[in-house]
């Protein structure tokens, strides 16, 4: 898990099985992916209302259940209205 390194003290975003999209700085990882954020948020979606964010600050993920991880562009993200953003939220994964 060398390639999650570059990704410490950096905001991410990760989208996990069940569908949340969970927005955080990546503070450590283990061996087995599990992934500890700091600062995070979970970001809820939806077709009727804007983006609601849902402040979770210390949060751990088991490393079984992150679907993506990927770096945020951190001005990008600020200059974007989340409240104007209409969007269906992301199903679970099945099996």
Do not use: T
């Amino acid at each position: 898990m060398s390639s999650l390194q570059g990704y410490v003290d950096r905001r991410v975003l990760l989208v996990l099985q069940d569908g949340r999209a969970i927005v955080g700085v990546l503070a450590g990882y283990d061996q087995k992916s599990n992934v500890v954020l700091s600062d995070s948020k979970e970001r809820i979606y939806s077709i009727d209302e804007g983006v609601e964010e849902v402040e979770l600050g210390l949060y751990l993920v088991k490393g079984d259940m992150i679907v993506l991880i990927g770096e945020i562009d951190e001005a990008i993200d600020q200059a974007v209205d989340l409240a104007s953003i209409r969007a269906e939220p992301i199903l679970p994964i099945r099996y």
